[in-house]
């Protein structure tokens, strides 16, 4: 690994959950409970991101903490949701989710998949359903300027987690059968992703500030 691809990998991109975690924090009386919702996830994140480029730094195989990391995300993205669209019928659902979900995600690591390998089967499930929330939130928006930062929100998870579906999917695969130069392409643009979603969310919050 390069100095400048280790610098970008390991420290930009981590770091640039910052950008929104510090609008929100500056605007947080002036932001919506989702967006309180979505600063908790992304410090959570954060201090996630900085364990996981620790563990790397010292060779230890920081896997582990994903398969930790989707069970929390999904829970933290659904909340955020179930906050955003205020439905006692969506409630029941996103509350299920929130409960079955991290317990399928110890059946996987204890049953299926080792915990120190990429949780090929819990990580594409995770963003289908995050895909699916975020999509039935566009459709149900309307076009007041209340729902813009919801719109920015939901366009992030969307961009991100339908880029990286199939990379999440196949992430074993290509560990096992790609170059190294391809692997190292395909995390690069994924990295690249994240920040993108992590850019959305801080124009999201800057929406929520100014719309008051």
Wanted: proline share 3%; hydrophobic share 50%; charged share 10%.
């Amino acid at each position: 690994m390069t100095t400048l691809h280790k610098i970008y990998i390991s420290y930009i991109v981590p770091g640039s959950t910052l950008l929104p975690i510090g609008a929100a924090v500056a605007y947080y009386r002036q932001i919506a409970r989702p967006l309180h919702t979505l600063l908790a996830y992304l410090c959570i994140a954060f201090v996630i991101n900085v364990m996981g480029t620790v563990m790397a730094s010292y060779g230890k195989n920081n896997l582990p903490l994903l398969h930790f990391y989707t069970a929390f995300e999904l829970v933290a993205v659904l909340l955020y949701y179930k906050h955003a669209f205020a439905d006692r019928k969506l409630d029941k659902v996103f509350n299920t989710l929130m409960v079955g979900f991290p317990l399928l995600c110890v059946v996987n690591f204890t049953f299926f998949q080792s915990i120190y390998t990429f949780n090929t089967y819990t990580r594409p499930l995770e963003a289908l359903m995050i895909i699916m929330a975020s999509g039935l939130y566009l459709l149900r928006a309307d076009g007041s300027k209340e729902s813009v930062p919801g719109r920015w929100v939901a366009s992030g998870f969307l961009l991100y987690f339908c880029s990286a579906l199939f990379q999440f999917i196949f992430s074993n695969a290509l560990h096992h059968y790609a170059s190294k130069a391809v692997r190292s392409a395909l995390w690069d643009v994924h990295a690249t992703l994240v920040m993108i979603m992590y850019i959305i969310f801080f124009i999201a919050i800057r929406h929520a500030r100014l719309k008051r």
